[in-house]
């Protein structure tokens, strides 16, 4: 049971690192267009429901993906880092 609880520790404090690393350029434009695509679904759910309109059937079908996908692609891309050897620019 120790050793379970030790890796589970290791596996947070890997997260916690990697999310406070540095993210690289291309993954950072990744992370803001994800969260805005969520941001827009989810403000426009919200403001179905607020205003009493009755959400259409394909509305219902494709919410939960337009919600989890770009926020999935977004919390992957803020986990990568960077690890400062670009050979590529050089």
């Keep these: 049971m120790g050793k379970i609880i030790s890796l589970i520790k290791n596996i947070i404090l ?3 690192d990697r999310w406070n690393s540095k993210t690289p350029k291309f993954f950072k ?5 994800g969260i805005s695509i969520s941001g827009i679904g989810l403000a426009m759910h919200t403001a179905m429901i607020a205003s009493g309109a009755i959400e259409p059937q394909w509305w219902i079908d494709i919410y939960p ?3 989890a996908i770009p926020a999935g692609m977004a919390a992957c891309a803020k986990l990568t880092r960077d690890h400062g050897n670009n050979n590529q620019t050089k």
């Design 14 to 16: 890997e997260i916690k």
């Design 65 to 67: 993906y337009i919600i």
């Design 29 to 33: 434009a990744i992370v803001k267009i």
